[in-house]
T-cell receptor, first 116, second 116 residues
Framework: AQKVTQAQTEISVVEKEDVTLDCVYE???????LFWYKQPPSGELVFLIR??????QNEISGRYSWNFQKSTSSFNFTITASQVVDSAVYFC?????????????FGPGTRLSVLP | GAVVSQHPSWVICKSGTSVKIECRSL??????MFWYRQFPKQSLMLMAT?????????EQGVEKDKFLINHASLTLSTLTVTSAHPEDSSFYIC????????????FGQGTRLTVV
């Protein structure tokens, strides 16, 4: 069975601080996809990143960076110099290779509050 | 990126009535769409997989007679909540992916259903 764990339920930081959101996953598949989504109060899901299981390169996109460690089954997300607009719920998700990874298992989410 | 549109964005209905939610892929064809449900402050849970031209596949614990799914065309899937009860109040969100293309799934903006 597939499972995603986000141990941090809520995090509060002060603007400009760096923050790391943890994600640990379980799967028996050898090919799978990992995702991060942002859900602001309005509810829509904002896609942040997709990574397949064969690509362990870390990625940086502006203030966002991701650390994929297959050895520990983790896919952590770091926001550098956080801003108030980063306040949202962040979901880590896992999908198998069927249908190119459409069928998601979401983690419970981490609610990030960035205080001015 | 590809656009998935849900309608309505929010709806309030009386107990016992039925509500239909539409999920449209605006600029691509999708043979498969997914329906998720999100209770307040909880994660997204897959309800069912909607397959164009065939019956939907429901996840364990989801009543297929209560949550009717129709995927009559390559760009439209509908979810009908029949005989709605207050406990059906939730955020419903769909996702779709261009057929045969290895990209991330695209999510609709979600529908907030309140049953009174």
């Amino acid at each position: 069975a597939q499972k995603v764990t986000q141990a941090q339920t809520e995090i509060s930081v002060v603007e400009k601080e760096d923050v790391t959101l943890d994600c640990v996953y379980e799967t028996r598949d050898t090919t799978y996809y990992l995702f991060w989504y942002k859900q602001p109060p309005s509810g829509e899901l904002v896609f942040l990143i997709r990574r397949n299981s064969f690509d362990e390169q870390n990625e940086i996109s502006g203030r966002y960076s991701w650390n994929f460690q297959k050895s520990t089954s983790s896919f952590n997300f770091t926001i550098t110099a956080s801003q108030v607009v980063d306040s949202a719920v962040y979901f880590c998700a896992l999908s198998g290779a069927d249908n190119y990874g459409q069928n998601f298992v979401f983690g419970p989410g981490t609610r990030l509050s960035v205080l001015p | 990126g590809a656009v998935v549109s849900q309608h309505p964005s929010w709806v309030i209905c009386k107990s016992g009535t039925s509500v239909k939610i539409e999920c449209r892929s605006l600029d691509f064809q999708a043979t498969t769409m997914f329906w998720y449900r999100q209770f307040p402050k909880q994660s997204l849970m897959l309800m069912a997989t909607s397959n164009e031209g065939s019956k939907a596949t429901y996840e364990q614990g989801v009543e297929k007679d209560k949550f009717l799914i129709n995927h009559a065309s390559l760009t439209l899937s509908t979810l009908t909540v029949t005989s709605a009860h207050p406990e059906d109040s939730s955020f419903y969100i769909c996702s779709a992916q261009p057929a045969g293309v290895n990209t991330e799934a695209f999510f609709g903006q979600g529908t907030r259903l309140t049953v009174v």
